[in-house]
């Protein structure tokens, strides 16, 4: 009976604080209506910034250019209005993967920062979820008055807009294109400003490359381990070549295994059934740093990748790049359009294609300051702001003006911004759009192995049906 | 496994240990109901004791627990629509983890990663490095300790780059000093690397774990055993492996637990190519995180902790057989 | 075989092993021994120069010693509270018969598995927010000793049961407390276990990444397990000089904390009443 007693006790007391706890969770969790004008007038405001960079590691300069440049800026401009504000950065180094699971436990609880950075992809899930709104409904009249929307470019605001409505304020903007290194090519007997027309030219330029030793030919991103890499560097812009997007937003369905897919998995079996490229380096964890080490030793011929690639993995800058930068860069690496599978099989009837993305800013709904964090938020993205983020690291801006002002100095960018823009295609903002390019790497990963097209093609299919529906995978 | 012979030849033959331990038992004084609380501790300041551990792990472990396990119930996720309305989907979860042979692939990879490295690799070697350490000299006993203990020390993002290093392609250090060069040991052989890998980071806590229980091997009954002409290896069969046959339990229960849910191996291989290692941490991982199926993740939580629930009681009912057929 | 040779192959045998084993340990470590003084890390181990510049780079990086300060206060403190709260624990539930213990003791280490893993990472989250723990490195300590709890209990309780009854019987005869048989005789020869379960939690902690990083947002109260993810250059590549010097200057305090807990209190505990 003693024995039971103290056992007794115990449960009881232990059951009873798991009950008490039950009791309180779930009472906080109210979604409160964000009201615009909230605190519209306060004197003291309090702000808090966060993203994923991080002073003296990831994405440094932007850290830098936040704390030392944005943010002093921002409470000058303030306390000049009579208003003191203190605002704060949260910085962080980490993978994308996990700065996003982060975010969004914070947005769900509304204990995070006022603005944040965001990727343009996660729009979708986010709005979705009901973790972020419009900014009509955070921040009224004067997010949609604001003078900048008019440098920014409808394409370009297309990333961080969801079902027609502007969330937050795009940061940047990027261009995928193919690189290649033009001693190799010299070597191979290929001409220093090559421009393949086809995808058959890629193949070919890959055969003649294939004669040197201990070189790879192509890299064109494969498999799981590069996660989106592969997506966006490699899958997207060869079917955008084959002339339907990967979503069709009128209708609402997505390309299942279709004939344009099938077609670039074959390219994909062109490239690695035939020892054009390195089937071990998409399967390897470290991959994608791999190739780009590769690239940078003078060890691979062309190399599918966006601007970042030009002005942070190669960068002639050694503190800016470390250990794959390329001092010769300016001189050895070639870039040339991504080709449509033949010309004007892209879409829209193009010759060449790209895919772009980036990130914008955005504000938390449950913020305490809605007014303020718009300010701060149009103060960021000012052209004032945005040049001296460019100076700080060159970069295609969101902003016309921006760019045409910093780019003249950089060929690549300037590239970019005035001939690959304006081809380009961007992924779509719906919220399965992670589970998708997840069965597209899978199907990628497949031909690799060795897989045949069709096989990877109809697995792809099937994934895709469990992603989004079977109603919403387009008929052949 | 390990705990073989040692006891079952107990009680075929009264060894020393036998005769070391009735002599302990005769002087215990006049035998009454057993009553464990010599100290007289007595149960309110039991309870008092035992009350700040319970409270922190009623509120701290059990409760998100239990809210973990009645995720796997619903078709959670963290994002998308499926984030707002929470439906409730019973069973669902577990039918379609149960029927999906990635599932059972990855079940199986992760009974061979925890056979192999944690219940026969740290285990053993540990007690073999435990038991040699204690009579090594000095010197030989720092520089061991030393090595096993950063191996077990270090951060698993440092021993990633750690083995990176070590088996990379190109510039590996050990493609360096075997002369093979652009052996891609992680892709070709995942599970033999992950296995290897595990022993080399966990083997510490086994061998910091017997350490401790040697010391608990009364020094007496060795001397009995010693002057009664018993060898180092009849020593170590018939005194020390069952006075610390608790700890042996111990120990491989922790150490199997700890493996099932070691997420580690995901630094080194990302689950294999093509999911050749991809054991079952790494499952969660990918559906709950990368895929964003948080409910689907709890279920096969759950399913993980079953197993390991059979495997335990496996393990007590082994060594209780044991036990019994000792004290005969 | 004699008995002369049969020995001497048993000393060859054993510093083979012994000298196959400091090597199997050993190789993956070289990179953490060599890199930081490396002019220009990779992966290679080499050794193509001696250098100190990466050490300077380090301490100008604003983040290292404010997290390595965090790290041991999260570390510190989750150890310490494991050690008080399972030593009595374990000690009570050891005394005073509680039937189904063991099988109580597992069903927590299983939850506990639970809730180390990645799926239990939004319910600690929601949970936090509601005791308004969110950035606090309190939280961090409650979370993870909740986690280390039941372990540390089920390796104490070993140690409490084999202590000799004589010796708390002895004990009693003579007019001590139980305060005080706690304090003299059971505390001192369970310092074996408590030493390695508070070694054991203090690793655990100290490179635990995912709850710290979950729970705190002010990047200044991040541990080093943290911030050691973001020695990662602008592009995203690993800056190997940052990464090994840091790993190097990480490991430190932890190797010291473990010889001195060594040498004060021992795993190895020698002498006393023993018969």
């Not at chain 1, 058959?200 to 790879?216: E, F, M, P, S, Y």
């Not at chain 1, 295994?257 to 089937?279: E, H, N």
């Not at chain 3, 290679?44 to 300060?69: C, E, K």
């Not at chain 3, 510190?76 to 099988?103: E, K, M, N, T």
Request: charged content about 15%.
């Amino acid at each position: 009976m003693k024995r039971l007693s103290v056992r007794a006790r115990a449960a009881v007391g232990g059951i009873a604080a798991v009950a008490l706890l039950a009791g309180c969770v779930g009472a906080k969790e109210t979604g409160s209506s964000s009201d615009p004008t909230a605190n519209a007038s306060a004197k003291e405001v309090t702000l808090v910034i966060s993203a994923n960079d991080i002073k003296g590691g990831k994405n440094a300069a932007e850290a830098a250019w936040i704390e030392d440049v944005v943010i002093p800026g921002f409470v000058a401009a303030q306390k000049a209005k009579g208003v003191t504000a203190k605002v704060t950065f949260n910085g962080a180094g980490v993978e994308d993967e996990q700065y996003k699971t982060k975010l969004e436990l914070n947005l769900r609880t509304g204990s995070g920062s006022d603005v944040f950075a965001t990727d343009g992809i996660w729009l979708g899930e986010l709005a979705a979820a009901g973790y972020v709104k419009p900014l009509d409904d955070v921040v009224g009249k004067a997010a949609s008055s604001w003078d900048g929307w008019g440098q920014i470019s409808e394409a370009v605001q297309q990333n961080l807009t969801f079902k027609d409505k502007r969330y937050g304020i795009p940061n940047g903007t990027d261009g995928r294109v193919l690189y290649f290194n033009k001693k190799l090519f010299a070597q191979a007997g290929l001409p220093a400003d090559w421009q393949p027309t086809s995808w058959a030219d890629i193949i070919a330029a890959g055969q003649a490359l294939k004669g040197i030793k201990g070189v790879t030919p192509i890299q064109v991103n494969a498999g799981v381990p590069m996660g989106e890499a592969t997506t966006a560097q490699g899958f997207l812009p060869l079917l955008a070549g084959t002339g339907q997007p990967l979503y069709d937003d009128a209708k609402g369905t997505w390309q299942g295994a279709s004939a344009g897919v099938k077609d670039v998995l074959d390219f994909y079996r062109q490239v690695y059934g035939q020892g054009l490229g390195d089937p071990r380096m998409q399967q390897d964890k470290a991959g994608r740093d791999q190739s780009f080490a590769e690239f940078s030793q003078g060890k691979v011929g062309i190399l599918a990748e966006g601007d970042y690639f030009w002005r942070s993995i190669v960068c002639p800058d050694k503190t800016e790049c470390g250990a794959t930068s390329m001092p010769d860069r300016d001189s050895v690496v070639g870039w040339a359009k991504i080709p449509a599978n033949s010309p004007g099989a892209g879409v829209n009837g193009q010759d060449f294609v790209s895919v772009s993305g980036g990130s914008g800013w955005m504000i938390s709904p449950k913020t305490a300051f809605p007014q303020q964090a718009w300010e701060l938020l149009a103060f960021m993205a000012s052209a004032d702001m945005q040049t001296k983020l460019s100076q700080a690291q060159i970069r295609v801006s969101a902003r016309k003006d921006v760019n045409d002002a910093t780019l003249k100095g950089d060929p690549l960018l300037s590239f970019i911004s005035e001939t690959v823009l304006p081809i380009t295609t961007y992924r779509p903002s719906d919220e399965h759009y992670n589970e998708v390019s997840l069965a597209i790497q899978q199907a990628t990963a497949d031909v690799v192995n060795g897989k045949s097209p069709q096989e990877a093609a109809a697995t792809y299919e099937k994934s895709l049906g469990e992603a989004v529906g079977a109603d919403h995978v387009a008929g052949q | 496994m390990p705990t073989t012979s040692p006891v079952s030849e107990q009680g075929q033959q009264a060894g020393p240990a036998a005769a070391a331990q009735a002599a302990t038992r005769s002087t215990r004084g006049p035998t009454r109901r057993h009553d464990p609380d010599v100290a007289g501790l007595g149960r309110p300041r039991a309870l008092a004791f035992v009350a700040p551990a319970l409270l922190l792990v009623s509120v701290f472990l059990v409760f998100p627990a239990i809210w973990t396990l009645y995720l796997g119930l619903l078709d959670y996720s963290l994002t998308g629509a499926g984030a707002q309305a929470l439906t409730f989907v019973g069973l669902g979860n577990y039918v379609s983890a149960l029927t999906d042979p990635q599932f059972h692939r990855s079940l199986y990879l992760t009974l061979v990663y925890v056979f192999g490295s944690a219940v026969i690799g740290q285990n053993v070697l540990g007690f073999l490095l435990a038991w040699f350490l204690s009579r090594a000299d000095r010197v030989v006993r720092s520089v061991l300790t030393i090595l096993v203990l950063l191996a077990w020390i270090l951060p698993g993002s440092v021993v990633a780059f750690l083995w990176q290093a070590l088996l990379d392609r190109r510039n590996g250090t050990l493609n360096a000093l075997l002369g093979t060069t652009d052996q891609a040991w992680v892709l070709d052989h995942p599970m033999w690397v992950i296995v290897i890998f595990n022993i080399w980071r966990g083997t510490a806590f086994s061998v910091l774990l017997y350490t401790a229980a040697l010391t608990s091997v009364p020094r007496s009954h060795l001397e009995v055993a010693r002057m009664a002409g018993a060898s180092s290896w009849q020593q170590l069969r018939d005194v020390v492996l069952p006075t610390i046959r608790g700890h042996i339990l111990t120990n491989t229960l922790l150490i199997t637990l700890w493996t099932f849910n070691d997420f580690s191996p995901y630094l080194l291989t990302a689950g294999g190519p093509d999911g050749a290692s991809e054991i079952l941490p790494i499952y969660i991982y990918r559906e709950a995180i990368i895929g964003g199926h948080l409910g689907f993740g709890s279920a096969i939580s759950l399913l993980l902790l079953l197993t390991n629930l059979v495997i335990a009681v496996f393990y007590i009912r082994l060594l209780r057989t044991r036990s019994r057929g000792q004290e005969a | 075989m004699t008995p002369v040779v049969r020995s001497v192959v048993a000393k060859i045998a054993t510093y083979v092993a012994v000298c196959l084993l400091v090597v199997f340990f050993a190789l993956p470590l070289l990179w953490l021994a060599i890199t930081p003084f490396t002019p220009q890390p990779t992966y290679r181990v080499s050794l193509s120069g001696f250098t100190l510049d990466n050490f300077a780079q380090l301490g100008d990086n604003p983040q290292v010693w404010p997290s390595i300060r965090n790290s041991l206060v999260l570390a510190g403190g989750s150890a310490l509270v494991v050690i008080a709260l399972a030593s009595l624990a374990a000690y009570a539930l050891s005394r005073v018969q509680v039937p189904g213990r063991d099988q109580l003791l597992y069903a927590l280490l299983l939850l506990s598995s639970i809730v180390t893993g990645t799926a239990a990472m939004v319910p600690i989250f929601l949970m936090l927010f509601q005791l308004g723990l969110i950035d606090r490195q309190v939280g961090v300590v409650l979370v993870l000793t909740g986690g280390l709890l039941p372990a540390a209990i089920f390796i104490l309780k070993d140690f409490v049961d084999s202590i000799p009854r004589s010796y708390e019987e002895s004990a009693r005869v003579f007019g001590a407390s139980a305060s005080q048989i706690l304090r003299h005789i059971v505390l001192p020869v369970i310092r074996p276990g408590m030493a390695t379960v508070g070694v054991w939690a203090l690793v655990q902690v100290w490179g635990n990444f995912l709850i710290p990083y979950v729970l705190l947002a002010d990047p200044r109260k991040q541990p080093a397990a943290v911030v050691m993810y973001t020695f990662y250059d602008a592009g995203g590549q690993p800056d190997f000089a940052l990464i090994s010097t840091f790993a190097l200057v990480y490991s430190v305090p932890v190797v010291v904390l473990y010889l001195v807990v060594n040498r004060r209190y021992g795993f190895a505990f020698q002498g006393g009443i023993k018969g």
